[in-house]
T-cell receptor
Framework: DAGVIQSPRHEVTEMGQEVTLRCKPI?????LFWYRQTMMRGLELLIY????????DSGMPEDRFSAKMPNASFSTLKIQPSEPRDSAVYFC?????????????FGSGTQLSVL | QKEVEQDPGPLSVPEGAIVSLNCTYS??????FMWYRQYSRKGPELLMY????GNKEDGRFTAQVDKSSKYISLFIRDSQPSDSATYLC??????????????FGKGTHLIIQP
């Protein structure tokens, strides 16, 4: 299993531009999570999906952020327009429900720099 | 008061030393406690998982939970340079420790000096 795959690994863009981050979860996993990590705030949950349906987006900071999961094997996180304060590492993670040990599997992240 | 508090470090110790990493929390509903390890430029990976109070051992790693004090610890014996990473505690009050209900600490940066 290739694990959770994120692209791109690095993204450098200018303020005001649209940014799209992509994620392919582990096959068979029914939960998908988007996190943002910064030194100041640590790991923050932005939004998560269950069976492709958004369940909780209360962590999405502003309307500039949106996420979609059109099918079980693909999700996107979009920022439009981007701002310098959006600079962070964005992680996608997936998990499978059931059992007594619901383990999160993280991708390697996308390092976003907004200039 | 934040729900989960964790000293960011860095914590630097010589190779072979016993390492103690800790988190405190305020939410008494937390029952599932986890430690994630994160290497530089990588995503976190689950290292230890415990339910309620008590100890759990896995090789050189021991996780300890004291719910009465709202305090959890991770001990690393015979520490190795390869243990150098950031260690994040995570906890949940959801049944099964549901991944949809995790609260993370900010992480402690650990450096093991050869």
């Amino acid at each position: 299993d290739a694990g959770v795959i994120q692209s791109p690994r690095h993204e450098v863009t200018e303020m005001g531009q649209e940014v799209t981050l992509r994620c392919k979860p582990i096959s068979g996993h029914d939960y998908l999570f988007w996190y943002r990590q910064t030194m100041m705030r640590g790991l923050e949950l932005l939004i998560y999906f269950n069976n492709n349906v958004p369940i909780d987006d209360s962590g999405m900071p502003e309307d500039r952020f949106s996420a979609k999961m059109p099918n079980a094997s693909f999700s996107t996180l979009k920022i439009q327009p981007s701002e310098p304060r959006d600079s962070a590492v964005y992680f996608c993670a997936s998990s499978i429900s059931g059992g007594t040990n619901e383990k999160l599997f993280f991708g390697s992240g996308t390092q976003l720099s907004v200039l | 008061q934040k729900e989960v508090e964790q000293d960011p470090g860095p914590l630097s110790v010589p190779e072979g030393a016993i390492v103690s990493l800790n988190c405190t929390y305020s939410n008494s509903a937390f029952q599932y406690f986890m430690w994630y390890r994160q290497y530089s430029r990588k995503g976190p990976e689950l290292l230890m998982y415990t339910y309620s109070s008590g100890n759990k051992e896995d090789g050189r790693f021991t996780a300890q939970v004291d719910k009465s004090s709202k305090y959890i610890s991770l001990f690393i014996r015979d520490s190795q340079p390869s243990d150098s990473a950031t260690y994040l505690c995570a906890m949940s009050g959801r049944s099964g420790g549901g991944a949809d209900g995790l609260t993370f600490g900010k992480g402690t940066h650990l450096i093991i000096q050869p």
